[in-house]
T-cell receptor, first 110, second 112 residues
Framework: GEDVEQSLFLSVREGDSSVINCTYT??????LYWYKQEPGAGLQLLTY?????DMKQDQRLTVLLNKKDKHLSLRIADTQTGDSAIYFC??????????FGAGTRLAVHP | DAGVIQSPRHEVTEMGQEVTLRCKPI?????LFWYRQTMMRGLELLIY????????DSGMPEDRFSAKMPNASFSTLKIQPSEPRDSAVYFC??????????FGPGTRLTVL
């Protein structure tokens, strides 16, 4: 069945790069997504990548996709305290439904 | 646009009471989703609608939960009777494009 897996926690120092990893199971997913949830708020779409792409860069964010291994990663360059949040990986579950991972809690410390 | 609007933002009720959560999606979005988030179970999709019609309610935990979408600008999620294990944050989200969902701020429900 469909499943998305992520590590639960990541701690980085301010100014360093953060890399959040995700594995998914549905090879037919057309898009893969990264959502961000700040404390006390709903999820917000951060970025997404088409399945026929290997990489997408958007300012400090870089998304890498390895379709062979069904592995998706999100790299945040120059991580700031404002980046502290929970990051969710998601794949299409069909009919506009998303399958979310459990979320990775990113903690940024001085 | 004001984004997805949910009310109330916080709800505290006693076990056995009826709870109604409300959602106004973004105008023009034809998909509406209800999610539940807890520490133990993470983010769960409860039900979603397309053009006001329920498409998949397989995530609704049991018959105590019901959801309606009487028109394109309003949806409700009702729990009757409520139980302490229903305590969670309930999110509504709407979408016009595949995968690009816009979430509301959530309703934090506490059932005593």
């Amino acid at each position: 069945g469909e499943d998305v897996e992520q590590s639960l926690f990541l701690s980085v120092r301010e100014g360093d790069s953060s890399v959040i990893n995700c594995t998914y199971t549905d090879s037919s997913s057309t898009y893969l997504y990264w959502y961000k949830q700040e404390p006390g708020a709903g999820l917000q779409l951060l970025t997404y990548i088409f399945s026929n792409m290997d990489m997408k860069q958007d300012q400090r964010l870089t998304v890498l996709l390895n379709k062979k291994d069904k592995h998706l990663s999100l790299r945040i360059a120059d991580t700031q305290t404002g980046d502290s949040a929970i990051y969710f990986c998601a794949e299409n579950g069909g009919y506009n439904k998303l399958i979310f991972g459990a979320g990775t809690r990113l903690a940024v410390h001085p | 646009d004001a984004g997805v609007i949910q009310s109330p933002r916080h709800e505290v009720t006693e076990m056995g009471q009826e709870v109604t959560l409300r959602c106004k999606p973004i105008s023009g979005h034809d998909y509406l989703f209800w999610y539940r988030q807890t520490m133990m179970r993470g983010l769960e999709l409860l039900i979603y609608f397309n053009n006001n019609v329920p498409i998949d309610d397989s995530g609704m935990p049991e018959d105590r939960f019901s959801a309606k979408m009487p028109n394109a600008s309003f949806s409700t999620l009702k729990i009757q009777p409520s139980e302490p294990r229903d305590s969670a944050v309930y999110f509504c989200a709407s979408s016009a494009s595949p995968g690009q969902q816009f979430f509301g701020p959530g309703t934090r429900l506490t059932v005593l």
